[in-house]
């Protein structure tokens, strides 16, 4: 079945500082892809998605690009704020007409003054 | 739009005793989602209906869950009797066809 695996959390930076966090997944077909941000006390909110091969999502200087080659949605920022402290899923919808994601298991991110 | 309604946003409840979370979707979203949220077990699809009908409930852990959709503007998670084990966050989600998932603020349910 479908599965998305991310890095293991938390992940500590400094403001500032660039960042990545990792997303692979297992698919058959094309999925759709995403990032959803958790902002402490809150539900999940759509972060950025990409539907196809090479696809690039972007948004609030976050960006993740599709690449079937590597089965990979990795998400990146080149200057994280405090503010992006929060935890992060990466989730999947497969291509089979089916409107259930998957999600990862999420990573936790704190950013440092 | 308001986005997904839940309410309560916090339930303290004792063990034994019933707990109904209620959760009122985006207008015109036909899927409609309840997730358990913990530490241990992350986040877990417990049930989703579309257009009001149950389809997949094979994520309820057990039969003291239960959950109904009357119409296409509200929906229930009811457990009964409640246990400790049953502490988590829960959160509803809704969806229009293809789009992305909407989720709700959560319930903080704990059970003493």
């Known amino acids: 079945g479908d599965s998305v695996t991310q890095m293991e959390g938390p992940v500590t930076l400094s403001e500032e500082a660039f960042l990545t966090i990792n997303c692979t997944y297992t698919?058959?077909?094309?999925?759709?892809l995403f990032w959803y941000v958790q902002y402490p006390g809150e539900g999940l909110q759509l972060l950025l998605k990409a539907t196809k091969a090479d696809d690039k999502g972007s948004n609030k200087g976050f960006e993740a690009t599709y690449r079937k080659e590597t089965t990979s949605f990795h998400l990146e920022k080149g200057s994280v704020q405090v503010s992006d402290s929060a935890v992060y899923f990466c989730?999947?919808?497969?291509?089979?007409?089916?409107?259930?994601?998957?999600f990862g298991r999420g990573t936790s991110l704190i950013v440092h003054p | 739009d308001a986005g997904v309604i839940q309410s309560p946003r916090h339930e303290v409840t004792e063990m034994g005793q019933e707990v109904t979370l209620r959760c009122k979707p985006i207008s015109g979203h036909d899927y409609l989602f309840w997730y358990r949220q913990t530490m241990m077990r992350g986040l877990e699809l417990l049930i989703y209906f579309n257009n009001n009908v149950p389809i997949d409930d094979s994520g309820m852990p057990e039969d003291r869950f239960s959950a109904k959709m009357p119409n296409a503007s509200f929906s229930t998670l009811k457990i009964q009797p409640s246990e400790p084990r049953d502490s988590a966050v829960y959160f509803c989600?809704?969806?229009?066809?293809?789009?992305?998932?909407?989720f709700g603020p959560g319930t903080r349910l704990t059970v003493l």
């Open positions: 989730a999947l919808r497969g291509a089979g007409g089916s409107y259930i994601p998957t």
């Open positions: 698919a058959t077909g094309y999925p759709s």
């Open positions: 989600a809704s969806t229009l066809s293809g789009g992305p998932q909407f």
